[in-house]
């Protein structure tokens, strides 16, 4: 088994989801008492938070970037960053990442779709660090309209990030959902690590991607060596030296 790097901490609230999927999942491949080869570097969120807000992304990244060398140094052998819309820096990290974003697209594909909606945070559904990305595996990406982005920004960091989960904020995402559905989306992707916290499949009625869940499960498939090389190889991104 490889042992599994969790860049963590944003939030911890979706961290602690991450180490709780990568151990059942252990469990359930390989039975008995089995459990995963990790190592978790969780980082204060609140200075990541505000340097996004700033802008101040090339700061954010270096503090991610030395969080991916203690990883590495740790032993990790599979970095799994646990968050979609710092993926908006992995090119930054210098080291080898299972990309989130590549991850979702693969299940998409693998399920047959080709038009999703995408849940987020603002910086995720607006930018196009992942919905480009999203784009180059064939994927035609609905956001939501402005006020309904803004609806589902604030619940994530006003709500979720602190473990907050209200039957209103989940009324609001079906609506949210509901209406990128009547605008043609074929499933919906859970693009920000929190949103499966509040929702999932059966609050849609179109196939729902869980982020979180779909990263953590193929991070420990790839560790187990459940996937060929050749697909490990297509899946795993962002080459940089080695810094053990």
Not at 48 to 72: K, S, Y
Not at 130 to 141: P, Q
Request: hydrophobic letters at 45%.
């Amino acid at each position: 088994m490889k042992v599994i790097g969790l860049l963590g901490g944003m939030s911890w609230e979706s961290s602690i989801e991450y180490y709780r999927i990568v151990n059942e999942r252990v469990r359930d491949r390989l039975g008995g008492l089995h459990s995963a080869h990790c190592v978790l570097y969780s980082v204060d969120f609140a200075a990541i938070e505000r340097m996004q807000a700033a802008g101040h992304w090339t700061e954010a990244a270096a503090v991610l970037r030395d969080a991916a060398r203690a990883l590495v140094r740790a032993g990790a052998e599979i970095i799994v960053l646990c968050t979609n819309t710092m993926h908006k820096v992995a090119d930054d990290l210098g080291v080898p990442i299972l990309h989130i974003a590549d991850t979702t697209a693969a299940a998409v594909r693998g399920a047959g779709l080709t038009r999703v909606g995408l849940l987020g945070t603002a910086f995720t559904m607006e930018q196009d660090f992942y919905t480009g990305r999203l784009a180059r595996h064939g994927l035609d990406v609905l956001v939501p309209e402005a006020e309904d982005r803004a609806v589902v920004h604030r619940i994530i960091y006003e709500e979720l990030v602190l473990g907050v989960v209200r039957e209103d904020s989940r009324q609001a995402y079906r609506a949210v959902m509901a209406r990128l559905i009547e605008r043609g989306a074929q499933g919906v992707i859970l693009g920000c690590t929190e949103i499966e916290l509040l929702i999932g499949q059966a609050d849609s009625p179109v196939p729902v991607f869980p982020t979180t869940r779909l990263h953590a499960e193929l991070a420990v498939d790839l560790a187990l060596g459940l996937v060929d090389d050749g697909g490990a190889e297509s899946l795993i991104s962002v080459r940089g030296p080695d810094f053990r």
